[in-house]
């Protein structure tokens, strides 16, 4: 099993041309294929078909005609930890942005085992994202948000800013449509899995501790997002409010070096 998995991603590297970006058509043939490894027996979505003509259909973003033929799109059930808040496309809005992104894989990072200070076995790595329900969620994007080939926060990252399962668990947060990829979700009953720093992976149930949602705020330059008390969105920067934002056990698992200090039996 492990061999075949191993040849199937050997044949995929191989057929990328990497000095394109997955918006070219040269590299739609891998967007077709699925990945055994990154698929969640309980999240059972379907490839979809490519649609030059869909705004919102992801890819080529109707900027390059795409080669005669059908074309199918997979999805990814995983997405790297990205930290607190999602994220756009870094260096096109500079530093400040960069220095948002306080977990362990986002565009761009480096992150060295040394630097996971919080401790590996209290920092997540990587956790699920249904792709089944993001379709329920957020049905324009549901073509192409969550692309397997893609390296963007909205195909192959998660974050902790909206709590587990925030569109089937948590109604009072308001305003999830935009933000709904960064969310962590799955189709286990109450809660979803994360892999952490240290190879292991645990269960995180839907009711564990997470920063409060202050009604009426919302993000203008981000979707309009909900957001939490005293989290602001300025220039493609989220910024938490000393004193007032009050960050979770949630949030604080998926920082590398926040410094908080958290016991196995708070999560």
């Known amino acids: 099993m492990i061999l075949t998995q191993f040849l199937e991603q050997q044949s995929i590297y191989n057929a990328t041309n990497f000095a394109l ?9 891998i967007a077709g294929v ?12 379907q490839a979809t078909v490519i649609n030059g003509a869909d705004p919102y259909a992801g890819f080529c973003e109707n900027t390059k005609a795409l080669p005669p033929g059908t074309w199918y799109q997979q999805f990814t059930s995983y997405g790297f930890n990205q930290g607190t808040f999602p994220g756009t496309f870094q260096w096109s809005y500079g530093q ?18 040394a630097s996971i200070t919080d401790g590996t076995s209290n920092t997540f790595l990587f956790g699920e994202r249904a792709q089944t329900l993001f379709a329920i969620f ?10 397997w080939n893609s390296h ?13 399962n925030v569109g089937t668990s948590n109604s009072s947060v308001g305003n999830i449509s935009g933000g709904i ?3 962590a979700t799955s189709l286990h ?33 981000f979707y309009n997002v909900s957001a939490p008390a005293g989290v ?3 220039n493609y920067t989220f910024a938490a409010t000393p004193g007032l934002t009050q960050p979770g056990v949630y949030q604080a698992l998926s920082t590398r070096a926040g410094g908080e200090v958290i016991s196995a039996d708070q999560y």
């Open 96 to 113: 400040g942005e960069y220095n948002q992104y306080n977990g362990v894989i986002f565009n761009d990072s480096k992150t060295t085992i």
């Open 152 to 164: 963007h926060w909205f195909d192959t990252m998660v974050t902790t800013f909206f709590p587990p």
């Open 232 to 234: 602001t969105y300025v």
């Open 181 to 183: 990829p960064t969310d």
């Open 21 to 29: 970006s997955n918006f070219y058509p040269d590299n739609i043939t």
């Open 34 to 45: 699925k990945i055994a490894s990154l698929a969640c027996p309980s999240d059972p979505w």
């Open 189 to 221: 009953p109450g809660g979803v899995n994360y892999g952490l720093c240290d190879g292991s992976v645990r269960f995180i149930k839907n009711s564990i501790s997470s920063w409060a949602f202050q009604p009426g705020n919302v993000l203008p330059g």
């Open 138 to 147: 957020d049905p324009r994007y549901k073509d192409s948000d969550g692309s």
